[in-house]
């Protein structure tokens, strides 16, 4: 294979052809390619829950750039407004004004009065600009926006030997959650495995070679936080030290050597080894983040602590660790949609290939990717998943990459319940727990009300009042949204000790808002959401359908909690009382599902939130037990087409699959899984090269929203009226899938699933469960209720 240099683009002998001479990976699921990665969106990420690092895989240089998931801008911080409740009805009445001429405006255009309809909808649109200004002078948070999530440094490390290579390839296991980079140079062979331990803390990159006294390189850190500095301790060990902003989170992160064989030194200018057989580089990052109220820890101590521990460990020993915590939930689920020649290219070509030919293995590599992500930066102790899960590059990233409530950080979780992760969901249940906490706070001073809010953001200072503006800012119901949640947990699980002590408490306080927010609607009568809006788009109302939707979830499952527990009836029969006051979900003159109180949808809309669409996922009050509603849904979907931002088609793949079409759910997975264009825009997005979902840009909600969307092509569960619960088994099987298999997947009551079809006709399905249950299942057109023991099984065929 000849030789390639650093002036061609993408270094060391990356010609197509190389893919059939050496194949894919012999293990799948993995991602892989034959050049390092050009830029961050082509490098591979790995995480601990608590580090994420974006591995390179230079031949000349390697870059690894490190997050530690609690350095971020800003420092403990009350947003709430004391005294904006005041204004809360100037905004409801001047929302309601807007809606009456509004709808004055529809009659007299039905009367054919055209130019006394305008006149009518200008004044409309005043009285809401006049909201929407009170509401941004008096009702936001203080100050306007939140904090942004931060980069920590970067790892380099530089090698004699230069560019020029044969036979590179760079691999990311999803298996072993291990980054692997190999290839010849001057006759000898180079190999490089990075992993991130859970277990120990640490990243951990080991360089070998096949011919003794060949590795040799030079490894130092930085940062782009001005104020960091690099210092040597211990004698042996690189230290990064630097503070976000003054007053602010101070951070360390620390890197240490192990080689066989060769020398080693530490100085001003990194750590360096000479001619050594095999080196191990460890590092590790901390800062002096405790909680959100509290930065006082010893980020240093912290590292001393982490590395204090490795000498006692070899790295055959740290892997095995590795390997058994990361495998003991990756394994948990398996799937199988079929492998063709295409599976055989590398993962960037099998993007660009992907929408045109016939390759339903990446469908499943997808699949498995979004578990391996949310593996890899959601684990007890940290923090949840952001808008970029842990993996930032950017001193000013989009959006801050923030916690992000009014679909994205939900997104992020949709898969962890069916996906076989709950124990995933611990960062996101703490963070849940802190706004209501600050919550309470928000609650009282901008509604007057009891119980806890949390608007459509917040950060790691646990921000929840509403930011940025009030036309999008002014929505209530996160918080609610994030209860789904907690009662899903115990829907999947059957945990009552985990419905009592974290999760009740928290959605009983938040239905008590509602139950105090809702008023009574001057022209429906009804009970009615407002301030706010159907995220991110028509300004700032009364009645926005999602409000509604969310709402009565909220109460119907508070209720349900509350009967499972044994405790609070009257509250919960109160519950019962109100949630058909609601304004109804209904229908319009375009056949659609409404999107507000009044019919002012437009059918060219493409916006890519689907906001109203909420009842059919991750909700479940419209179904097809619904039929004229079910119907109109679909008719919604079908307005706002098939092709939107990345995590948009993430969530329309989930909404396909509950209308039952998996053809269409696959055309939207086919229409995500593209390259990104050149000059992507908001109003198309994409995968990059390392399957990462871009908005764009990068989101990561998309990938989850891929892997939920797929596991509800194969199995959707509901609990029914009478707290039973139904099955419904490859509901929205595509055509592309004909011969396959998933194991491990889990339905709410408690059941896990393992499924097998051939032909597009489900073969078999065992389910079992470790707490027991009674179930419909439905599938191939029949229904048969199941009743299956603790710790037993049922096999249909």
Known sequence: MRHIKRSIPLACGFALAAASVQGAPADPPALWYLQPAANWTEALPLGNGRMGAMVFGGVAEERIQFNESTVWTGKPHEYHHEGAAKFLPVLRDLCNQSRKLSIEADGLEKRGERDAANQRRKEAKEKQKEAEDIGRREFMSIPLGQRTYQPCGDLRITFPAGDECTNYRRKLDLDTAVSTVTYQAGGITFKRECFASFPDQVIVLRMSA?????????????????????????????????QVEEGGVRFEARLKVTSQGGRSAASGAGLTVENADSATLFLTASSSFVNYADISGDPAARCEATLAAIPKKDYNTLLASHLRDHQGLFRRVSIDLGRTEAASLPTDQRIRNFATGNDPDLAALTFQYGRYLLIACSRPGGQPAN?????????????????????????NYWPAEVANLADCTGPLFDMIADCAATGRKTAAAHYGAPGWVLHHNTDIWRGTAPINNSDHGIWPSGGSWLCQ???????????????????????????????????????????????????????????????????????????????????????????????????PNQIGKHGQLMEWTEDRDDPNNKHRHVSHLWAVYPGSEIT????????????????????????????????????????????????????????????????????????????????FGATSGIAEMLLQSHIQKDGSYTLDLLPALPDAWKDGSVTGLRARGGFNVDLFWTGGRLAKAVITSAIGGKAMIRAKGTAQTITIPANGSHVVQ
């Open 624 to 703: 097809p037990e619904q039929p004229d509603l079910f119907k109109a849904a679909r008719q919604s979907l079908l307005h706002r087409g098939d092709e939107a931002t990345g995590w948009s088609m993430g969530w329309k793949v989930n909404l396909w699959a509950r209308f039952l079409d998996g053809n269409h759910a696959n055309l939207i997975l086919k229409n995500l899984l593209k390259p990104l264009p050149d000059k992507g825009t908001m109003g198309g997005g994409g995968m990059y090269p390392n399957l990462f979902d871009a908005h764009p840009p990068f989101q990561i909600d998309g990938n």
């Open 210 to 242: 096949d011919k003794p006294a060949s590795i040799s390189f030079n490894a130092r850190l930085d940062s782009p936080h001005k104020s960091s500095r690099t210092e040597i301790r211990q004698g042996d060990q690189l230290a990064l030290v630097g």
């Open 485 to 583: 949640h907690l009662w899903e947990h115990y829907q999947f699980g059957g945990d009552k000790e985990f419905l009592a002590k974290r999760a009740y408490p928290i959605m009983r306080e938040s239905a008590e808002f509602f139950m105090n927010y809702l008023t009574k609607d001057p022209i429906t009568g009804k009970l009615i959401s407002g301030p706010s809006n159907s995220p991110e788009q028509g300004g700032l109302v009364m009645g926005p359908s999602m409000d509604h939707q969310i709402i009565r979830d909220l109460f119907q499952n508070t209720a349900a909690a509350a009967r499972v527990l044994g405790v609070d009836a009257g509250f919960a029969a109160k519950l019962d009382e109100l949630r058909p006051q609601i304004v």
């Open 387 to 411: 808008l970029q899960g842990i993996w930032n590059d950017s001193l000013r990233p989009a959006w801050d990459s923030k916690m992000t409530v009014n679909i994205n950080t939900e997104m």
